[in-house]
């Protein structure tokens, strides 16, 4: 059974930083690219960043685009997202996410909150 | 980038009725255009993946259709656990991934 488990959510200030983890099993996890997923309270989905199965490739959306940095260990089986300089917009529920085929979003985690305010 | 728009943002049906949800792309993503369910609390879920493929575990009672710009996902019976929100997402053209901004489907 593919299961995805965030952790590392939490309160932090505006400026401040955050390291998101994912916890991957049931699945060959260096086979699939990942994907990090936002929902703002009461909004809809929006799409934060993509890594490619070998790391070889990484995309931001341009929102976060020079303040997140995804990154992965195919040893560990495992999904990071570095967030510095967070905003009070940078507040969600984030997903971590299975790439098939690269961007078909098959298999979600149950999400890690991040809640930037003073 | 490829903005996906939603219609209706709401739909109030009874179970057992049809629903028609729709998804306009600015601009052409071919087939690749995949539908998500999401109920309160949970994460989303992938209903549908390129256009018309039911996702592993996924009744038959959900279907998909379009290509292009205009696309459909039709329940064709509801069941009470249907009603939630629906989110289109296009991969054609990325980065970056877009999503639609949601049908929430709920109960007449």
């Known amino acids: 059974e593919v299961q995805l488990v965030e952790s590392g959510g939490g309160l932090v200030q505006p400026g401040g930083s955050l390291r998101l983890s994912c916890a991957a099993s049931?699945?060959?996890?260096?086979?699939?690219?990942m994907n990090w997923v936002r929902q703002a309270p009461g909004k809809g989905l929006e799409w934060v960043s993509y890594?490619?199965?070998?790391?070889?490739?990484?995309n931001y959306a341009d929102s976060v685009k020079g303040r997140f940095t995804i990154s992965r260990d195919n040893a560990k089986n495992s999904l990071y997202l570095q967030m510095n300089s967070l905003r009070a917009e940078d507040s969600a529920v984030y997903y971590c996410?299975?790439?098939?085929?690269?961007?078909?979003?098959?298999?979600w985690g149950q999400g890690t909150p991040v809640t930037v305010s003073s | 980038e490829i903005v996906l728009t939603q219609s209706p943002a709401t739909l109030s049906l009874s179970p057992g009725e049809r629903a028609t949800l729709s998804c306009r792309a600015s601009?052409?993503?071919?087939?690749?255009l995949a539908w998500y369910q999401q109920k309160p609390g949970q994460a989303p879920r992938l209903l549908i993946y390129?256009?018309?493929n039911r996702a592993t575990g996924i009744p038959a009672r959900f279907s998909g259709s379009g290509s292009g710009t205009d696309f459909t996902l039709t329940i064709s019976s509801l069941e009470p656990e249907d009603f939630a929100v629906y989110y289109c997402?296009?991969?054609?053209?990325?980065?970056?991934?877009?999503f639609g901004q949601g049908t929430k489907l709920e109960i007449k």
């Open positions: 996410v299975r790439g098939e085929y690269d961007s078909l979003f098959d298999y």
């Open positions: 390129d256009t018309s």
């Open positions: 601009q052409s993503v071919s087939s690749y």
């Open positions: 890594i490619s199965s070998s790391s070889s490739r990484m």
């Open positions: 049931g699945f060959t996890f260096s086979s699939y690219s």
């Open positions: 997402q296009q991969r054609s053209i990325w980065p970056p991934y877009t």
